[in-house]
C-alpha cells in the first residue's frame, strides 16, 4: 500500500517562508504532486517532482529525494491568501493515472 | 478555456437512497477520475475512466459504479445511500491515461453530497 505523512498544522507569519514536509512509503510511483485546497473548493495543481532535486515556479518550490522518501514544499512571501491546506499525493506505476493523498497541512498566515 | 465541470454543488439525500453525480472534463482531456473527500481528510481515490473504460478502482463497495460518455464526461452514480457517504465528491480529469509528467490531474469544483 501507500502511505503519505504531513504535519497538521502549520503557522507562519506573512512575509516568512514556510516548508510543508511530506514523507511517503510506496511500492512504485511516478512521481510527487503538490495541491492546495481554500475551505470549500476543489485542490489546486501547485507542483510535481518526478526527480529528484527542487523544482520552483513562483513563490512555490518543491523538493523530492527518493532515497530518503521524503519531499517538502515550500512557500516564500507568504500572503493571507496562502493560508490553505496543502497536500503532498503521489502518482502510482500501477497503471492509470490514480493519486493517494497524504494527510493534509492546515497553514495559517497570520499578520 | 473552461476548467472542469460538476453538477450538482450541493445535493441533500436521505438514507438508501441513490444518487448521480456529473462532471465534464477539460477540453482534450480523455481521463477522468473521481475522488471522495471527507471533512479533514484527503481525497480518496474511486474510479479512473479512460476511453470510456474503466482504468482504476480505488476500495469503495459496488454501491459505487461510474460510467464515460463519447464526449469524455462523466457519471458517479452511488446507490443505497449511507450516512458515511456524505463527502465532497470530485472529479478530475487529466490528458492521458498514465501517471508521467505532463499528466497532471486538474479538479472542478466538488459536489457537496450530505445524507439524512
Known amino acids: 500500500g501507500q502511505s503519505l505523512e504531513q504535519p497538521s498544522e502549520v503557522t507562519a507569519v506573512e512575509g516568512a517562508i514556510v516548508q510543508i514536509n511530506c514523507t511517503y512509503q510506496?511500492?512504485?510511483?511516478?512521481?510527487l504532486s503538490w495541491y492546495q485546497q481554500h475551505d470549500g473548493g476543489a485542490p489546486t495543481f501547485l507542483s510535481y517532482?518526478?526527480?529528484?532535486g527542487l523544482e520552483e515556479t513562483g513563490r512555490f518550490s518543491s523538493f523530492l529525494s527518493r532515497s530518503d522518501s521524503y519531499g517538502y514544499l515550500l512557500l516564500q512571501e507568504l500572503q493571507m491568501k496562502d493560508s490553505a491546506s496543502y497536500f503532498c499525493?503521489?502518482?502510482?506505476?500501477?497503471?492509470?493515472?490514480?493519486?493517494?493523498f497524504g494527510t493534509g497541512t492546515q497553514l495559517k498566515v497570520e499578520l | 478555456d473552461a476548467g472542469v465541470t460538476q453538477s450538482p454543488t450541493h445535493l441533500i439525500k436521505t438514507r438508501g437512497q441513490h444518487v448521480t453525480l456529473r462532471c465534464s472534463p477539460i477540453s482534450g482531456h480523455k481521463s477522468v477520475s473521481w475522488y471522495q473527500q471527507v471533512l479533514g481528510q484527503g481525497p480518496q481515490f474511486i474510479f479512473q475512466?479512460?476511453?470510456?473504460?474503466?482504468?482504476g478502482r480505488g476500495n469503495f463497495p459496488d454501491r459505487f459504479s461510474a460510467r464515460q460518455f463519447p464526449n469524455y464526461s462523466s457519471e458517479l452514480n452511488v446507490n443505497a445511500l449511507l450516512l458515511g457517504d456524505s463527502a465532497l465528491y470530485l472529479c478530475?480529469?487529466?490528458?492521458?491515461?498514465?501517471?508521467?509528467?505532463?499528466?497532471?490531474?486538474?479538479f472542478g469544483p466538488g459536489t457537496r453530497l450530505t445524507v439524512l
Open positions: 517532482n518526478a526527480l529528484d
Open positions: 475512466y479512460y476511453e470510456k473504460e474503466e482504468r
Open positions: 499525493a503521489v502518482r502510482s506505476t500501477g497503471g492509470g493515472n490514480k493519486l493517494t
Open positions: 510506496t511500492s512504485g510511483f511516478y512521481g
Open positions: 478530475a480529469s487529466s490528458r492521458g491515461l498514465a501517471g508521467a509528467g505532463g499528466n497532471e490531474q486538474f
